[in-house]
């Protein structure tokens, strides 16, 4: 069920009144499900709900009311269970009965037999608010993993909330203001969040893993799953088995649709095997599974090896393709194409985001949707399975700080003086690193390795992952298109956190254990190749093309951007021939200067008022 929530609960007035008003919440997007639009409005409670249907079309419409005797509960949810017919079945042992077969009725009654229990019974990917109109309260729970979003305000006693910033910034009470820690995120930890922070001044996130109430009392909220430390008393050939089982049930699962569905296809391990499994399911079904692969034109004549992509994706994707023996679509984007698209990309995600690494997807899930409604996609294996350079690489493993964003000094620089003064930068995202750090369960017993590698879980789950989904809920969902990432299954999670580090790096090889557990999945020289990074552009043309759209938006002294940033030091971005990393080896210098343009465009787009 792929769409946008969102909804207003206010004790004080009656939102009757307010109908007309607020329905610009659900009309921001509604390019997140524009197949079916609902509302449902009483006293205290206004929710809204567009849908993109993916299952059960005619049954699952939102907002969905069931009664119990004399109680009502209404639920609007963005989300997929994929142990929808377990839970069901439990429900009707327990005296439910079912109208259709939409997880979304499955969720509802589980709220209404198990109240905010019910959370610990599902396996999928959500963000929903019940109302029940006799309590006079509304629940709201996220998934485990933060794969599905819910932003909230509280204004004049009110709680209003949409599974979009922008969905927030529609209602008549918000406005959209930045403070100096505004700046301070999109500035010092962008395109990365502190956990919970929406950026704008008094917008809030739900975060992954908690639950919570919002009544005449206010808002309570907890958190109800997060990632514990076990012994591991599994032996190597068992743990082994059971990567394989989660994996291949958590792909399986998610293959459930009664739309069109595809998988990604980059040429690497995860989406191929994601792609392998997801080919055997069709081929027993006697279908041809369609797979999607993306590139850029001319990368091959300027690519150049490095340390961490010592060979392009591309010449993997045609034997790959026969291999599977799967129906292989390949977009090719160009520089102009990618450029153009950093600004969709911003009006998608609400804020500035990864530069080109948004806008390429963005670009690429408009090709697939003409396809496919549902794709299937390789994202956080990298972070359960230890494959980023950084967790292998022993000195940047042991440095404190994010590994992925070691220039804090670097983008300090960039900040005007006012909003520089004051400002520890370095201790600004130090605190984050450590109450991170802080919040990793450990075990008595472990080794200093295992110690640092749970540590170094939780850094890439809390951080580096989120800003992932965000990228893939919102580039996918603004055209419509639900991506699922089965590694991103909790399962999967929970048992990895406890495996030992040297089970993970099996025969010393990044993701040893992933590729040990899939063996017959994939070709050999796709198995046990080395990891390569999303790809981006290497053509000279894209770092020309933002190149000269900064210089022209920092001509222009009333600029937004230069009310936050020097513009000698943009200058000196623009100029100086150095590659400094701005977020990991994903976004250097083209990235950074991208990044500018899209700060640019989020200030102006969204009137951004400074505070």
């Not at 911003?346 to 997807?361: N, Q, Y």
């Not at 300090?412 to 930068?425: P, S």
């Not at 017993?445 to 990228?471: A, G, I, Y």
């Amino acid at each position: 069920m792929m769409c946008s929530i969102a909804g207003v609960i206010d004790f004080h007035n009656d939102l009757r009144a307010q109908a007309e008003a607020l329905a610009p919440m659900a009309a921001s997007m509604v390019r997140r499900g524009p197949d079916q639009r609902g509302s449902y409005i009483t006293e205290n409670a206004a929710l809204f709900h567009n849908r993109l249907c993916v299952i059960d079309i005619e049954n699952g419409r939102q907002p969905m009311t069931a009664r119990l005797g004399e109680r009502t509960y209404t639920i609007v949810y963005n989300g997929e269970i994929y142990n929808t017919d377990e839970v069901r079945a439990a429900l009707i042992r327990e005296g439910h009965s079912f109208t259709g077969h939409s997880d979304t009725e499955v969720v509802l009654k589980s709220y209404i037999q198990w109240g905010a229990a019910c959370v610990d019974r599902l396996n999928g990917i959500f963000a929903f608010a019940v109302w029940d109109e006799g309590e006079r309260r509304l629940f709201i729970a996220r998934d485990r993993m933060g794969v599905k979003p819910f932003f909230y305000a509280l204004r004049g006693g009110a709680f209003i909330f949409a599974s979009e910033i922008k969905g927030i910034l529609a209602h008549p009470d918000v406005e959209p203001e930045a403070d100096r820690a505004s700046i301070w995120e999109v500035v010092l930890t962008g395109p990365g969040r502190t956990p919970g922070c929406g950026v704008f001044r008094g917008i809030e996130e739900l975060r992954p893993g908690w639950r919570g109430f919002f009544t005449a009392d206010g808002l309570r909220t907890e958190r109800y799953w997060s990632l514990r430390a076990r012994e591991h008393r599994d032996s190597l050939q068992t743990t082994i088995d059971t990567v394989r089982y989660l994996v291949t049930d958590a792909i399986t699962r998610q293959l459930v649709s009664d739309v069109p569905i595809g998988t990604f296809l980059s040429g690497g391990l995860d989406s191929g095997i994601i792609s392998s499994v997801a080919q055997r399911y069709m081929a027993a079904r006697g279908r041809t599974l369609l797979t999607f692969s993306v590139d850029y034109k001319d990368n091959l004549k300027y690519f150049h090896k490095t340390k961490f992509q010592p060979n392009t994706d591309t010449v993997f994707i045609g034997p790959l393709r026969d291999w599977l023996g799967c129906d292989n679509h390949l977009t090719e984007l160009d520089s102009v194409e990618l450029a153009d698209a950093l600004y969709e990309a911003v009006e998608a995600r609400d804020l500035p985001g990864m530069s080109d690494v948004d806008s390429s997807l963005l670009a690429f899930c408009k090709r697939i949707k003409k396809d496919v409604t549902v794709a299937l996609s390789g994202e956080c294996a990298d972070e359960i399975f230890g494959g980023y350079p950084w967790y292998r690489d022993e000195t940047i493993r042991m440095a404190e700080g994010f590994p992925w964003a070691q220039s804090t000094i670097y983008r300090a620089g960039f900040l005007r003086e006012e909003y520089a003064r004051g400002l520890d930068a370095r201790e600004y995202v130090m605190e984050r690193y450590r109450m991170t750090v802080k919040d990793a369960d450990v075990l008595p017993t472990d080794s200093p390795t295992d110690r640092r590698m749970r540590e170094m879980m939780r850094l890439n789950t809390d951080w580096f992952m989120q800003t992932l989904l965000d990228r893939k809920d919102r580039m996918s969902m603004y055209s419509a298109l639900e991506v699922r990432v089965p590694f991103c299954d909790h399962r999967i999670a929970e048992y990895l956190y406890s495996v030992p580090w040297a089970w993970k790096d099996l025969h010393h090889y990044e993701k040893g254990l992933l590729r040990e557990a899939m063996r017959g999945y994939l070709p050999d020289e796709v198995l046990w190749r080395k990891k390569s990074p999303y790809p981006k552009t290497h053509n000279p043309s894209y770092m020309a093309e933002v190149s000269r759209r900064l210089r022209e938006v920092i001509a222009d002294p009333d600029t937004p951007l230069l009310s936050i940033i020097r513009k000698d030091a943009l200058e000196s971005l623009l100029d100086d021939d150095k590659a400094q990393p701005w977020y990991g080896q994903l976004m250097t210098t083209p990235q950074t200067i991208a990044y500018m343009l899209q700060i640019n465009h989020w200030m102006k787009v969204y009137n951004v008022k400074l505070i």
